[in-house]
Every structure is written in C-alpha cells, then in structure tokens.
C-alpha cells in the first residue's frame, strides 16, 4: 500500500487532471470517429493524422490513452475505406466497437 505522505503518492490534482485527459481523449477520439463516418478520403487522412499527433502526444506519459487513439487510426484505415476520394462513408457500430476492442485489447497487454 502507497504510503499517502510519500513524495510519490499522486495528488488530487494529479488525479483530476488524468481523469480530465481521459475525458477530453474520449471525446476527441467521438469527433475522429464521426469525421470518418462522414467524410470524404481527405476528411479520413486528416482525422487519421490529428489522432496521430494525439497519439504521439499521449505515447510516453499516458499508453492508454495512446492506445484508444491508435485503435481510432487502425479503423480509419481498415479495408471499408479503401474508395474513391470525394464519396461519404459511414462507420458503423460494429466498426466503431471494433476499433474501441482493439484498444481495450493492446491496453491490457500493456498493464500485464
């Protein structure tokens, strides 16, 4: 058990600013989503490179949130994106809970 006088221990601060991260990461990741449900092969590069500036910001100091990031990158880029630049594309649920999966998954590989 963490000793709470200790140097290390986190702060509630630190605490809420993770859990702030978190949140933001969250709807960051909701926003590229919907780009790639709506947007044309130019709307799709652009999310795919904003999620990786994010998870090239996030990598080091917060993994997992990093991992949701590249779970949104490795959707954008599946095979259902493979078409003619200028057509609309929707993500369906089904994509949308695999890229969430494929997080989940390279999360707790990490933790082990």
């Not at 991992?67 to 095979?79: A, D």
């Not at 993500?91 to 890229?99: F, G, K, L, Q, V």
């Amino acid at each position: 058990m963490p000793d709470p006088t200790s140097s290390t221990a986190p702060s509630p601060v630190a605490d809420d600013a993770n859990a702030a991260l978190a949140k933001l990461n969250r709807l960051f990741v909701q926003a590229l989503v919907q780009i790639g449900k709506c947007g044309d092969a130019d709307d799709i590069d652009t999310a795919c490179r904003l999620a990786a500036q994010g998870w090239s910001a996030l990598r080091r100091d917060w993994p997992r949130e990093a991992e949701r990031l590249n779970g949104v990158m490795h959707s954008l880029t599946g095979p259902r994106h493979t078409r003619q630049p200028g057509k609309g594309a929707e993500m369906t649920a089904t994509e949308t809970a695999s890229a969430t999966e494929i997080s989940t998954e390279r999360i707790q590989g990490h933790e082990r």
